[in-house]
């Protein structure tokens, strides 16, 4: 297959169309997104205990829950990919440790909401702690779900999702990406 000059510039022209209008911000059909840290699905947690070892991704188990809890409480929730835009931003941050002398999970979701601009609305946690072995993998996927949807329940208590004025709505949106872009503290020991 011959390619001229005139076919390579045609195919380079339709690239860059298309790597341009993926740049861009696109609203969302919905007014509230869920935003889950990718490094919550890239990095492992490792849960301490002196014989066995197991290593799993907290945005995967996180992610499901937090969902469905959330969608009850605004049906036209979404989970956000880089470039979408809305009202109403929830970053969720899962937070695990294990006990192995007493046996108990303690899980910490923390739940910042911030408006389409990017600006704070409210920062909101739950807890919880369940007890639970570290025995065999699909033991402690139960255990670890429980433990994340109990300390969902607590957080739902208290999470409030206020509608934006129609003022508010017309100020400049920022991607739910961006939300992510923010310093984190590099050290958690909870």
Known sequence: MRLSIK?????SVAVFATVTTNLYATESNTNTLLYISPNDYNYSVHLLHPYYDYWFA????VEPIAFQALQAKDSELKVCNANETA??????????????QLRVYHSKLEA???SGSGHVLGTYVGEAQQLG??????????????VYTLAMQ??????VINPKPKSAKDETKLPC?????????????Y
């Open 112 to 114: 910042t909401v911030y």
């Open 154 to 159: 607590d957080l739902m208590t208290k999470l």
């Open 133 to 146: 072995f570290t025995s065999v993998d699909n033991g402690i996927n139960y255990h670890l779900n429980k």
């Open 177 to 189: 990406g961006l939300i992510g872009a923010q310093v984190e503290p590099k050290i958690n020991f």
């Open 7 to 11: 076919t390579i510039a045609c195919l």
């Open 58 to 61: 907290q945005g995967p188990l």
């Open 87 to 100: 009202d109403t931003i929830i970053r969720i941050k899962p937070y695990l440790f294990y006990n192995p």
